[in-house]
């Protein structure tokens, strides 16, 4: 299932699950499916796979700058998460808003964040995994970040302090941040 979010651009993909009495089976990725419900993504170079101890883990907001801007195909391995985007298109009608989503081992949904937007999340439980395709390579040059606290989000754990980077800790404000993207009106 494809479904809009209130960020345009911005998808929630649930593929189906086959339960049986050993558990399920699951296809999280089939280029076809999606390109058959009318969806073609950009082709996927790289699959990233992290792991965050603590609860209350928070990476990003993260992007890559053009030319090796990425789009990410997001969803969590095990436990929970919370994941963000925020759309940073110059010229956008939702120009700095966000989206954010609870993605878990047992719903099994998935977040499409194309280029131009922010990424991030914080974790929910301990031992939280995601795992996410990328449609460029890692490339430390173009690595940016915003802080995560300077975007307005609610996140769902207010009271503790997270778990972060040093990277992230020292990361610019968003009302400092001059984006390096541009809006491009789809049909
Ligand atoms: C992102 C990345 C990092 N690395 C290395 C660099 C560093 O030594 C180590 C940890 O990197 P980071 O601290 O940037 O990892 P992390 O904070 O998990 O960064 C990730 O956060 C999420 C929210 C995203 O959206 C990703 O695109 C990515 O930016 O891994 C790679 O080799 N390849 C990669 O693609």
């Known amino acids: 299932m494809i479904e809009p979010t209130t960020l345009q651009d911005v998808l ?12 399920f089976f699951s296809e999280s990725w089939n280029k076809k499916r ?12 790289q699959d990233n796979h992290s792991l965050s101890r603590d609860v209350g883990t928070v990476r990003g907001l993260h992007f890559q700058s053009p030319p090796h ?20 298109r110059k010229g956008s009608p939702s120009y700095g808003h966000w989206y954010g ?8 949904v998935q977040l499409w964040i194309p280029a131009g937007f922010l990424h991030g999340f914080m974790t929910l439980e301990p031992d939280s995994e995601i795992v996410y395709k990328c449609t ?8 940016g970040a915003v802080k995560w606290d300077s975007c307005g989000i609610s996140w769902p754990i207010e009271e503790i302090t997270p778990v972060i980077s040093e990277k992230d800790d020292q990361a610019q404000s968003f009302d400092r ?8 009106a789809t049909a």
Request: charged share 30%; proline share 7%.
């Open 12 to 23: 929630r993909i649930t593929p189906p699950r086959f339960g049986d009495h050993r558990g």
């Open 177 to 184: 941040f001059e984006t390096p993207f541009v809006y491009e």
């Open 136 to 143: 460029d390579h890692y490339s430390p040059d173009c690595d």
């Open 101 to 108: 989503e609870e993605l878990s081992f047992d719903n099994g």
């Open 69 to 88: 801007a990425q789009g990410k195909l997001v969803r969590c391995g095990r436990g929970r998460i919370f994941d963000v985007a925020v759309d940073v």
């Open 34 to 45: 999606l390109a058959d419900a009318g969806l073609i993504l950009p082709e996927f170079v």
